[in-house]
């Protein structure tokens, strides 16, 4: 259980264009989902924190007109990287967390590995 | 603000053999969650092993079980009989019980390699 699938896995895009990252919990309500970039041979970095229905927190230093989370649902939390730069490419994923909020594990995508070119 | 403090970018061990992986953390809350995640290549996070601050006994899932140490603020994180499989990175995290701090603050990782 407790399934959270990102999509695309990977994506090349052009300098300037916009990209949308999506994540979905499968078989749970996720009340909140957060959004983390990792960089090679890095640890993961917060970005951002969405519950369903509020605007996302966005983490100190991230640009949140360069990174619009949208979390319209339950099921469905969109990270969208505009104009994409090639200092954008990165890794990022998503995580989910459902009912029982702080006694449960986050569940993790299995992340989007973006290159712009 | 916490933080979580991995102090051994890589470690080696061989094939069954135990390694122990280390992890400090600061906070000031007395309640929170303790976590190891593995990264394997694939890039996928797959939790470990998980801890809760109010428990005494010492987290354990198979081969892998954690030395909490409250007063020390210290999680670490035991592999018995190490396999080729557990070859990964590892990071330890932390997650506290109340808004905002529910999010997953993360260590910089140890890279464990598994030699034959």
């Known amino acids: 259980g407790a399934v959270v699938s990102q999509h695309p896995s990977w994506v090349i895009c052009k300098s300037g264009t916009s990209v949308k990252i999506e994540c979905r919990s499968l078989?749970?309500?996720?009340?909140?989902m957060f959004w983390y970039r990792q960089f090679p041979k890095q640890s993961l970095m917060l970005m951002a924190t969405s519950n369903e229905g509020s605007k996302a927190t966005y983490e100190q230093g991230v640009e949140k007109d360069k990174f619009l989370i949208n979390h319209a649902s339950l099921t469905l939390s969109t990270l969208t990287v505009t104009s994409a730069h090639p200092e954008d490419s990165s890794f990022y994923i998503c995580?989910?967390?459902?009912?029982?909020?702080?006694?449960?594990?986050?569940?993790f995508g299995n992340g989007t590995r973006l290159t712009v070119t | 603000a916490q933080t979580v403090t991995q102090s051994q970018p890589e470690m080696s061990v061989q094939e069954a053999e135990t390694v122990t992986l280390s992890c400090t953390y600061d906070t000031s809350e007395s309640d929170y969650y303790l976590f190891w995640y593995k990264q394997p290549p694939s890039r996928q996070m797959i939790l470990v092993i998980r801890q809760e601050a109010y428990k005494q006994q010492n987290a354990t899932e198979n081969r892998f079980s954690v030395n909490f140490q409250k007063a020390a603020k210290s999680f670490s994180l035991k592999i018995s009989d190490s396999q080729l499989g557990d070859a990964a990175m590892y990071f330890c995290a932390y997650r506290g019980y109340t808004g905002t701090a529910s999010k997953l603050t993360f260590g910089t990782g140890t890279r464990l390699q598994v030699t034959l």
């Open positions: 995580s989910a967390s459902g009912t029982g909020l702080y006694n449960s594990p986050l569940h």
């Open positions: 078989d749970f309500q996720a009340t909140t």
